[in-house]
Protein backbone atom coordinates (compact mmCIF):
# COMPACT_ATOMS: atom_id res chain seq x y z
CA UNK A 1 0.00 0.00 0.00
CA UNK A 2 2.80 2.36 0.86
CA UNK A 3 4.38 1.93 -1.91
CA UNK A 4 1.38 2.58 -4.07
CA UNK A 5 0.93 5.85 -2.13
CA UNK A 6 4.68 6.95 -2.66
CA UNK A 7 3.85 5.84 -6.54
CA UNK A 8 0.44 7.97 -6.82
CA UNK A 9 2.05 10.74 -5.40
CA UNK A 10 5.04 10.98 -8.07
CA UNK A 11 2.53 10.40 -10.52
CA UNK A 12 0.83 13.86 -9.09
CA UNK A 13 4.22 15.29 -9.04
CA UNK A 14 4.85 14.73 -12.57
CA UNK A 15 0.96 16.49 -13.66
CA UNK A 16 1.95 19.34 -11.98
CA UNK A 17 5.15 19.35 -14.00
CA UNK A 18 3.07 19.15 -17.46
CA UNK A 19 -0.34 20.77 -16.39
CA UNK A 20 -1.52 24.43 -17.50
CA UNK A 21 -4.65 24.47 -15.00
CA UNK A 22 -5.01 22.33 -11.40
CA UNK A 23 -8.14 21.16 -10.36
CA UNK A 24 -9.56 23.37 -6.96
CA UNK A 25 -10.91 20.87 -5.07
CA UNK A 26 -12.44 23.52 -2.62
CA UNK A 27 -15.30 24.13 -4.68
CA UNK A 28 -15.04 20.70 -7.14
CA UNK A 29 -16.96 18.05 -6.28
CA UNK A 30 -17.20 14.05 -7.80
CA UNK A 31 -20.25 12.61 -7.28
CA UNK A 32 -22.37 9.16 -8.03
CA UNK A 33 -25.56 8.00 -7.74
CA UNK A 34 -26.71 3.82 -7.86
CA UNK A 35 -30.01 2.10 -7.94
CA UNK A 36 -31.24 0.64 -4.81
CA UNK A 37 -34.01 -1.78 -4.62
CA UNK A 38 -35.28 -1.23 -8.02
CA UNK A 39 -36.99 1.69 -7.61
CA UNK A 40 -34.82 4.48 -5.07
CA UNK A 41 -30.94 5.84 -5.52
CA UNK A 42 -28.26 6.02 -3.14
CA UNK A 43 -26.31 9.19 -3.90
CA UNK A 44 -22.57 10.06 -2.30
CA UNK A 45 -19.25 11.57 -3.20
CA UNK A 46 -15.44 11.56 -2.92
CA UNK A 47 -13.85 14.08 -0.48
CA UNK A 48 -10.48 13.93 -1.21
CA UNK A 49 -9.18 14.23 -4.80
CA UNK A 50 -6.76 16.19 -6.95
CA UNK A 51 -6.18 16.67 -10.55
CA UNK A 52 -4.86 18.44 -13.87
CA UNK A 53 -5.94 19.93 -17.37
CA UNK A 54 -4.26 21.71 -19.75
CA UNK A 55 -6.28 24.44 -21.48
CA UNK A 56 -5.84 26.98 -24.12
CA UNK A 57 -7.61 30.00 -22.99
CA UNK A 58 -7.13 31.19 -26.86
CA UNK A 59 -9.14 28.35 -28.42
CA UNK A 60 -10.86 26.82 -25.37
CA UNK A 61 -9.01 23.59 -26.43
CA UNK A 62 -8.58 20.83 -23.83
CA UNK A 63 -6.09 17.70 -23.08
CA UNK A 64 -4.21 15.88 -20.67
CA UNK A 65 -6.70 15.25 -18.46
CA UNK A 66 -5.32 13.20 -15.26
CA UNK A 67 -7.09 13.00 -11.83
CA UNK A 68 -6.96 10.80 -8.62
CA UNK A 69 -9.64 10.12 -6.39
CA UNK A 70 -8.74 8.72 -3.04
CA UNK A 71 -11.56 6.00 -2.00
CA UNK A 72 -11.44 6.26 1.55
CA UNK A 73 -12.60 9.66 1.58
CA UNK A 74 -15.90 8.68 0.34
CA UNK A 75 -19.55 9.73 2.01
CA UNK A 76 -22.53 8.43 1.35
CA UNK A 77 -23.88 10.10 4.91
CA UNK A 78 -24.11 6.75 6.43
CA UNK A 79 -20.67 5.32 8.55
CA UNK A 80 -21.61 2.00 8.14
CA UNK A 81 -22.30 1.94 5.00
CA UNK A 82 -19.44 4.04 4.25
CA UNK A 83 -17.00 1.63 6.09
CA UNK A 84 -18.78 -1.27 4.41
CA UNK A 85 -17.76 0.42 1.19
CA UNK A 86 -14.11 0.98 2.68
CA UNK A 87 -13.91 -3.10 2.42
CA UNK A 88 -13.08 -6.07 0.63
CA UNK A 89 -16.51 -6.49 -0.77
CA UNK A 90 -16.27 -2.92 -2.28
CA UNK A 91 -13.19 -0.37 -2.83
CA UNK A 92 -10.70 -2.00 -0.50
CA UNK A 93 -8.74 0.85 -0.13
CA UNK A 94 -6.15 -0.64 2.36
CA UNK A 95 -4.64 -2.48 -1.02
CA UNK A 96 -6.29 -0.09 -3.28
CA UNK A 97 -6.21 3.47 -2.03
CA UNK A 98 -6.46 5.11 -5.83
CA UNK A 99 -8.64 5.67 -8.50
CA UNK A 100 -7.20 7.26 -11.39
CA UNK A 101 -7.95 8.50 -15.18
CA UNK A 102 -6.00 9.40 -17.74
CA UNK A 103 -7.37 10.85 -20.78
CA UNK A 104 -6.07 9.25 -24.22
CA UNK A 105 -8.41 11.80 -26.95
CA UNK A 106 -10.58 14.45 -26.25
CA UNK A 107 -13.07 15.50 -29.12
CA UNK A 108 -14.55 18.83 -28.84
CA UNK A 109 -17.95 18.99 -29.98
CA UNK A 110 -18.45 22.95 -29.48
CA UNK A 111 -16.33 25.40 -28.66
CA UNK A 112 -17.80 24.58 -24.59
CA UNK A 113 -18.51 21.02 -25.03
CA UNK A 114 -16.08 18.29 -24.81
CA UNK A 115 -16.40 14.17 -25.04
CA UNK A 116 -12.89 12.92 -22.66
CA UNK A 117 -12.21 8.94 -23.32
CA UNK A 118 -9.50 7.83 -20.98
CA UNK A 119 -8.66 4.83 -18.80
CA UNK A 120 -10.12 4.81 -15.82
CA UNK A 121 -8.44 2.61 -13.51
CA UNK A 122 -10.61 0.86 -9.81
CA UNK A 123 -9.14 -2.23 -7.92
CA UNK A 124 -5.92 -2.12 -10.51
CA UNK A 125 -8.95 -2.61 -12.83
CA UNK A 126 -8.46 -0.41 -16.39
CA UNK A 127 -11.08 0.65 -18.54
CA UNK A 128 -11.26 2.91 -21.27
CA UNK A 129 -14.29 5.29 -20.36
CA UNK A 130 -16.27 8.24 -21.99
CA UNK A 131 -16.98 11.79 -20.06
CA UNK A 132 -19.30 14.05 -21.21
CA UNK A 133 -17.83 17.67 -20.23
CA UNK A 134 -19.24 20.94 -20.55
CA UNK A 135 -17.52 24.39 -19.82
CA UNK A 136 -20.31 26.53 -17.93
CA UNK A 137 -18.22 29.65 -17.39
CA UNK A 138 -15.15 31.55 -16.36
CA UNK A 139 -15.11 34.22 -13.75
CA UNK A 140 -12.32 36.38 -11.51
CA UNK A 141 -12.70 35.87 -7.94
CA UNK A 142 -12.44 38.36 -5.06
CA UNK A 143 -8.63 38.13 -5.16
CA UNK A 144 -8.01 39.21 -9.22
CA UNK A 145 -7.62 34.97 -9.90
CA UNK A 146 -9.17 33.74 -12.95
CA UNK A 147 -11.51 30.48 -12.44
CA UNK A 148 -13.19 27.84 -15.71
CA UNK A 149 -15.96 25.85 -14.50
CA UNK A 150 -16.47 22.71 -16.25
CA UNK A 151 -19.47 20.04 -15.69
CA UNK A 152 -18.92 16.30 -16.08
CA UNK A 153 -21.14 13.54 -16.25
CA UNK A 154 -20.91 9.64 -17.26
CA UNK A 155 -22.28 5.84 -16.70
CA UNK A 156 -19.94 2.93 -15.89
CA UNK A 157 -20.84 -0.52 -14.92
CA UNK A 158 -19.76 -1.27 -11.31
CA UNK A 159 -19.12 -5.06 -12.46
CA UNK A 160 -16.80 -4.20 -14.60
CA UNK A 161 -14.06 -2.77 -11.83
CA UNK A 162 -14.40 -6.23 -9.67
CA UNK A 163 -17.18 -4.53 -7.78
CA UNK A 164 -19.46 -7.33 -7.45
CA UNK A 165 -21.12 -7.02 -4.05
CA UNK A 166 -25.01 -8.08 -3.97
CA UNK A 167 -27.62 -9.78 -2.59
CA UNK A 168 -31.37 -11.01 -4.02
CA UNK A 169 -34.55 -9.49 -3.66
CA UNK A 170 -37.92 -11.38 -3.59
CA UNK A 171 -38.07 -10.75 -6.98
CA UNK A 172 -35.14 -12.06 -7.65
CA UNK A 173 -33.92 -8.77 -9.13
CA UNK A 174 -30.72 -7.30 -6.84
CA UNK A 175 -30.45 -4.70 -4.20
CA UNK A 176 -27.92 -2.61 -5.99
CA UNK A 177 -28.38 -1.58 -9.33
CA UNK A 178 -24.67 -2.13 -11.46
CA UNK A 179 -24.71 1.13 -13.17
CA UNK A 180 -23.15 3.84 -11.86
CA UNK A 181 -24.16 7.54 -12.72
CA UNK A 182 -20.64 9.99 -12.36
CA UNK A 183 -21.27 13.48 -12.38
CA UNK A 184 -19.52 16.96 -11.14
CA UNK A 185 -18.21 20.61 -10.94
CA UNK A 186 -14.66 21.22 -11.93
CA UNK A 187 -13.36 24.59 -11.09
CA UNK A 188 -9.93 24.80 -12.62
CA UNK A 189 -7.32 26.98 -12.43
CA UNK A 190 -3.90 27.92 -13.61
CA UNK A 191 -0.84 26.48 -11.98
CA UNK A 192 0.55 28.87 -9.25
CA UNK A 193 -2.84 31.17 -9.30
CA UNK A 194 -4.48 29.34 -6.53
CA UNK A 195 -7.20 31.09 -4.26
CA UNK A 196 -5.66 29.77 -0.78
CA UNK A 197 -8.63 28.25 1.30
CA UNK A 198 -7.62 30.41 3.99
CA UNK A 199 -8.76 33.84 2.10
CA UNK A 200 -12.46 32.21 2.21
CA UNK A 201 -12.11 33.16 5.95
CA UNK A 202 -11.44 36.89 6.13
CA UNK A 203 -14.06 38.89 7.05
CA UNK A 204 -16.49 40.64 5.26
CA UNK A 205 -16.03 44.66 5.70
CA UNK A 206 -16.33 48.02 4.03
CA UNK A 207 -12.40 48.40 4.24
CA UNK A 208 -11.52 44.34 2.92
CA UNK A 209 -13.69 45.28 0.05
CA UNK A 210 -12.31 48.66 -0.88
CA UNK A 211 -8.76 47.12 -0.17
CA UNK A 212 -9.47 44.21 -2.72
CA UNK A 213 -11.27 46.68 -5.48
CA UNK A 214 -7.58 48.38 -5.21
CA UNK A 215 -5.95 45.46 -5.32
CA UNK A 216 -7.92 44.16 -8.54
CA UNK A 217 -7.79 47.79 -9.78
CA UNK A 218 -11.00 48.64 -9.87
CA UNK A 219 -10.27 51.86 -7.92
CA UNK A 220 -7.17 53.80 -7.95
CA UNK A 221 -4.63 54.08 -5.21
CA UNK A 222 -5.30 56.98 -3.15
CA UNK A 223 -3.48 59.85 -3.00
CA UNK A 224 -2.52 62.29 -0.16
CA UNK A 225 -0.04 65.44 -0.33
CA UNK A 226 1.23 67.02 2.57
CA UNK A 227 3.26 69.93 3.56
CA UNK A 228 6.39 69.70 5.69
CA UNK A 229 6.88 71.87 8.34
CA UNK A 230 9.72 73.52 7.46
CA UNK A 231 9.62 76.18 4.68
CA UNK A 232 13.22 74.19 3.35
CA UNK A 233 11.78 71.34 2.26
CA UNK A 234 9.16 70.96 -0.84
CA UNK A 235 5.33 69.65 -0.80
CA UNK A 236 5.77 65.55 -0.10
CA UNK A 237 3.22 63.10 -1.77
CA UNK A 238 2.19 60.05 -0.19
CA UNK A 239 0.72 56.96 -2.03
CA UNK A 240 -1.54 55.29 0.33
CA UNK A 241 -1.14 51.43 -0.55
CA UNK A 242 -3.90 49.07 0.18
CA UNK A 243 -2.30 47.78 4.14
CA UNK A 244 -2.33 51.64 4.98
CA UNK A 245 -6.27 52.31 3.90
CA UNK A 246 -7.97 51.20 6.78
CA UNK A 247 -6.12 54.28 8.66
CA UNK A 248 -6.44 56.93 5.92
CA UNK A 249 -9.65 56.22 4.68
CA UNK A 250 -13.00 57.88 6.12
CA UNK A 251 -14.76 54.91 6.49
CA UNK A 252 -15.93 54.62 10.55
CA UNK A 253 -14.51 52.18 12.61
CA UNK A 254 -17.26 49.54 13.51
CA UNK A 255 -18.62 50.01 16.46
CA UNK A 256 -18.43 47.23 19.87
CA UNK A 257 -20.52 44.10 18.77
CA UNK A 258 -24.19 44.04 20.85
CA UNK A 259 -23.56 41.41 22.33
CA UNK A 260 -20.83 42.89 24.58
CA UNK A 261 -23.12 46.02 24.94
CA UNK A 262 -25.77 43.45 26.56
CA UNK A 263 -23.65 41.65 28.75
CA UNK A 264 -22.23 44.83 30.54
CA UNK A 265 -26.20 46.20 30.25
CA UNK A 266 -27.33 43.36 31.66
CA UNK A 267 -24.17 42.88 34.70
CA UNK A 268 -23.69 46.86 35.70
CA UNK A 269 -27.84 46.76 35.97
CA UNK A 270 -28.23 43.39 38.17
CA UNK A 271 -25.51 44.70 41.00
CA UNK A 272 -26.60 48.50 41.09
CA UNK A 273 -30.03 47.09 41.64
CA UNK A 274 -28.93 44.69 44.06
CA UNK A 275 -26.89 47.26 46.30
CA UNK A 276 -30.24 49.57 46.30
CA UNK A 277 -32.11 46.38 47.37
CA UNK A 278 -30.01 45.07 49.94
CA UNK A 279 -28.75 48.46 51.67
CA UNK A 280 -31.44 50.90 50.71
CA UNK A 281 -34.51 49.24 50.09
CA UNK A 282 -35.30 51.30 46.78
CA UNK A 283 -36.12 53.94 48.77
CA UNK A 284 -34.59 57.26 47.80
CA UNK A 285 -36.19 59.22 50.70
CA UNK A 286 -34.10 57.25 52.93
CA UNK A 287 -31.11 57.49 50.81
CA UNK A 288 -30.72 61.42 50.88
CA UNK A 289 -31.93 61.32 54.65
CA UNK A 290 -28.97 59.11 55.78
CA UNK A 291 -26.49 61.84 54.48
CA UNK A 292 -28.12 64.35 56.39
CA UNK A 293 -28.48 62.36 59.99
CA UNK A 294 -25.59 62.88 62.95
CA UNK A 295 -25.09 59.15 63.25
CA UNK A 296 -24.23 58.95 59.11
CA UNK A 297 -23.47 54.97 58.65
CA UNK A 298 -20.46 54.66 56.66
CA UNK A 299 -20.93 50.97 55.42
CA UNK A 300 -24.14 52.89 54.03
CA UNK A 301 -22.51 55.48 52.30
CA UNK A 302 -20.05 53.34 50.74
CA UNK A 303 -22.95 51.18 49.55
CA UNK A 304 -25.06 54.03 48.72
CA UNK A 305 -22.07 55.37 46.24
CA UNK A 306 -21.39 51.59 44.37
CA UNK A 307 -25.15 51.69 43.67
CA UNK A 308 -25.03 55.14 42.25
CA UNK A 309 -21.81 54.24 40.23
CA UNK A 310 -22.85 51.11 39.02
CA UNK A 311 -26.19 52.32 37.80
CA UNK A 312 -24.92 55.39 36.29
CA UNK A 313 -22.51 52.94 34.43
CA UNK A 314 -26.43 51.11 33.27
CA UNK A 315 -27.28 54.26 32.42
CA UNK A 316 -24.37 54.57 29.90
CA UNK A 317 -24.71 50.67 28.81
CA UNK A 318 -28.37 51.84 27.81
CA UNK A 319 -27.06 54.71 25.66
CA UNK A 320 -24.52 52.70 24.00
CA UNK A 321 -27.12 50.09 23.11
CA UNK A 322 -29.79 52.67 21.65
CA UNK A 323 -27.25 53.95 19.50
CA UNK A 324 -26.32 50.35 18.05
CA UNK A 325 -29.92 49.74 17.49
Known amino acids: MKKLIISSLLFYTALLDAADFIINTDHSTIK ?12 GRFEKFHGTF ?16 YPSSIDTDNKMRDAHLKKRDFFYTKKFPIIS ?16 IGNLTIKNVTKETQFSLKLIGKNKDTWNNI ?13 SFALHWNKTLESGK ?10 GVIQGQPQG ?46 AINSLELQKKTAIPPERPGKTLAFILFTFFGFVGTLFLVIFSKLSIKKIFAQYYDSELSLMAFLADAIAMAFL ?13 L
Do not use: W
Not at 147 to 159: A, K, P, Q, T, V
Not at 216 to 233: D, G, I, Y
Open 101 to 116: FKSSNIKKKSNIEYII
Open 174 to 183: YLVGDKVNIS
Open 193 to 238: EQTASSKHLIPDNKQTRVREKINRKELPALVFKTKSKSQNFPSKTL
Open 54 to 69: QFDEQTNSLKNVQIII
Open 147 to 159: NYFFEFSSLISRS
Open 32 to 43: FSIKYMIISHVE
Open 312 to 324: ATFAYCTYEILTL
